[in-house]
Nanobody
């Protein structure tokens, strides 16, 4: 069992920055890939960025060059540095953890990011 808690969301003006954090607890040794996803009402949750335990990253085209995902394995924490935010980045951002040798995925409760124009 893994628990994920996101923090760092808020309301910012377009062009501003935020840094999201996701702290994992529980069976943290079972975690392989972690990532950030986002969702707006009545829309499917979409991938923002992922990072493996070793550090290989993957980004959605819409955030490349603006967002950076990183992780601190010693702290069992993944981060999302978001720069040059745009109104279309407004969403609830969710942390995700993929488990080794398992179909299980774990999700945090989400943190709201709102970008004003």
């Amino acid at each position: 069992q893994v628990q994920l808690v996101e923090s760092g969301g808020g309301l910012v003006q377009a062009g501003g920055s935020l840094r999201l954090s996701c702290a994992a607890s529980g069976s943290v040794g079972t975690i392989n890939r972690m990532g950030w996803y986002r969702q707006v009402p009545e829309k499917q949750r979409e991938l923002v960025a992922t990072i493996t335990k070793r550090g290989s990253t993957n980004y959605a085209d819409s955030v490349k060059g603006r967002f950076t995902i990183s992780r601190d394995n010693a702290k069992n924490t993944v981060y999302l540095q978001m720069n040059n935010l745009k109104p279309e980045d407004t969403a609830v951002y969710y942390c995700n953890a993929d488990i080794w040798f398992s179909t299980d995925d774990y999700w945090g409760q989400g943190t709201q990011v709102t970008v004003s124009s």
